[in-house]
């Protein structure tokens, strides 16, 4: 009858998508259930960038440090590695995905207190790599990490991700409806260590546990 139509199969995962509280939370709300005034307001952007490598671990001293970080705030955090996403010149999914850093306890802890609307980062997971299910999946990097962390910090990955800490960013936060970005990227660099507005705007999925989503942030005079 003349008429185009699509169907498409794909992952809530892929590109800058909103972790909704469903995904970690089974009596969390889905995407669409989560109210605009949640997903906008007051934001931090914080380079963290010259201070992280591969595997490395960051805090929330190392926020606090650079930026104003108020109660409430929705935080950014410019790690440096959307550099090595698949859309970039220095394209490196491996290291995008697995190899980024990440945070402990004691970060997730402290989102809590700071009560915040949300979190973003610009690489594969708010949790370190070796605190998800990759530290299953990637034997290999398993044992680098492993290597990198007895060196660093004199810890195994065990002792510095005990089993009750797994996916720390997810399972701690999401019942108290902080949630986060994941894979930022864009025009990221151009807000470095500046407070702002930004807003998330997801897919107003149904049902869904996460969605696509764009992030805008609104500069201020």
């Known amino acids: 009858n003349g008429a185009n139509g699509q169907l498409i199969t794909t992952s809530n ?96 802890e402290w989102c809590k207190q700071k009560r915040f609307k949300w979190i973003g980062v610009d690489c594969g997971s708010a949790d370190h790599p070796m605190n998800t299910k990759i530290r299953d999946w990637m034997p290999e990097l398993k044992k680098e990490c492993e290597e990198y962390f007895q060196k660093k910090y004199k810890k195994s990955i065990e002792e510095i ?9 997810h399972i701690q936060l999401f019942p108290l409806n902080i949630i986060h970005v994941e894979n930022l990227g864009g025009d990221i660099d151009k807000l470095l260590n500046k407070r702002t507005v930004i807003g998330c705007f997801p897919w107003k999925f149904v049902g869904g546990e996460s969605a ?10």
Request: one cysteine or more.
């Open 13 to 108: 995962h892929v590109g800058t998508h909103l972790d909704g509280p469903l995904h970690f939370c089974t009596h969390g709300r889905d995407i669409a259930s989560i109210p605009l005034e949640e997903l906008y307001g007051p934001a931090v952007v914080v380079d963290i960038s010259d201070i992280v490598e591969d595997y490395s671990i960051y805090s929330a001293l190392d926020i606090i440090e650079r930026v104003e970080v108020k109660d409430g705030d929705i935080l950014i955090i410019h790690t440096g590695y959307h550099h090595y996403s698949w859309d970039s010149p220095e394209a490196d999914e491996i290291r995008y995905m697995c190899k980024h850093p990440g945070p402990t306890m004691a970060f997730a």
């Open 212 to 221: 696509f989503c764009r992030i805008v942030a609104f500069e201020q005079d």
């Open 161 to 169: 991700f005990p089993p009750e800490h797994y996916q720390l960013m």
